[in-house]
């Protein structure tokens, strides 16, 4: 049987992950690493996802799949290329609100700094004209 193209993983920084936090779907963390899926796997055997890596250490090690307990081989394991889609999405949408939600902030700070330069002018205004 021919080995499975499972391309490179998703280029997801700790830091990206970190920033996620808890708004990440369970279902794009990976049980055993408790982390997001960078390259995620499928055991056809059971219908579970786990991270590429990880899965493959399983199967070495016991060959028993971590949440449905029935026995695969590395063999069974596929790329899971819809979750890994799924995943990218999540993430590109989640970066794109966070810098949405930073330039809201920007501008309403700019208005702020704008809304005191107008008044601190007005101000001046007013004490010249009390002065004459």
């Known amino acids: 049987m021919e080995s499975p193209h499972w391309g490179p993983p998703l280029d997801i920084s700790d830091d990206v992950e970190d920033s996620l936090g808890a708004d990440i779907p369970d279902a794009l963390i990976c049980s055993i690493s408790f982390g997001i899926m960078r390259?995620?796997?499928?055991?056809?055997?059971?219908?579970?996802?786990?991270?590429?890596?990880?899965?493959?250490?399983v199967a070495r090690r016991s060959g028993v799949d971590p949440r449905s307990r029935t026995p695969f081989t590395a063999s069974d394991v596929v790329p899971n290329v819809a979750l890994k889609q799924a995943i990218e999405r999540f993430v590109r949408d989640s970066a794109v609100t966070a810098a949405g939600e930073?330039?809201?902030?920007?501008?309403?700070?700019?208005?702020?700094?704008?809304?005191?330069?107008?008044?601190?002018?007005?101000?001046?205004?007013?004490?010249?004209?009390?002065?004459?």
């Open 102 to 132: 930073a330039n809201r902030a920007a501008a309403a700070e700019a208005t702020v700094v704008a809304a005191q330069q107008a008044l601190q002018v007005l101000q001046d205004e007013l004490t010249v004209q009390l002065v004459e």
């Open 39 to 57: 390259q995620p796997a499928l055991v056809t055997t059971s219908g579970q996802s786990y991270e590429r890596d990880h899965i493959f250490e």
